[in-house]
């Protein structure tokens, strides 16, 4: 390697330390996952690409989906799509004035908000962390480093009755240490509040004629649930032990 070489490589590293969205190692799928349930439209991450050392992919959501796009590193320079820049500030002041972007729809899709990594949350996907909330914004100064956590999740799921069993679907919510549910997603109003710091665990359940279900155990009840498939169920129940360890952490 040459000295240019190593001095170009030295200063991206830099650079990408100081980088709140580069999320390094994520994974394609985990970026899809990470971007799919807590960011929104327009939130964007930069990542390694498997393409090589020299090679990013910029992960950005477009509503219910998430588009890739190569960044590559270049001597000393960023080339991205027909756009090059000298250094990530560029970069990130590039995307700062709404720049759009041609996905293989033709679909335009506008860089709105940065995903950053700085606050740890739940293992859900492939050991990913969900990360903090960040302020509506168009730069990286506009992070909020303690805004509030996006571990959040929410969902429709099956319920049994306490008395007749029967299964009724209900509109889930899980936020800090509260699962609520409701008749459906338009009620405001919850049917019950469920304090997760009384629940002793959460676990898959075989014991019903349904599958992909699990249970919430209670010193009163244990609640059953069935989720739709059974990815959906084990991403209930991973988030809902985490939340659980969370809990006793803080006793």
Known sequence: MSLDSESSSSTKDEELRTLRWYHRDLSRHAAEALLLSNGSDGSYLLR?????????????????????????????SYIFGFNQFSSLQEFVSHFANQPLLGSDTGTLIVLKSPYPWCVE??????????HTAIQTGRTESDLVANAPSLGTKEGYL???????????????TLQRHE????????????????DLRACSAVQFDYSQDKVNCFCLVFPERTF???AKTGVEADEWIKFLRWKLSQNRKGR
Do not use: T
């Open 48 to 76: 390694n690409s498997n393409e090589g050392p020299s090679y990013f992919s910029l992960s950005v959501r477009a509503k219910d989906s998430v588009k890739h796009f190569h960044v590559q590193h270049v001597d000393q």
């Open 121 to 130: 949350e739940p293992s859900i996907y492939e050991a990913v962390r969900v």
């Open 158 to 172: 099956l319920k049994q009755g306490a008395v007749i069993k029967n299964w009724k679907q209900r509109w889930f």
């Open 179 to 194: 699962l609520k549910y409701f008749k459906d997603k338009m009620f405001e109003e919850p049917i019950r509040n469920l």
């Open 224 to 226: 059953y649930l069935c």
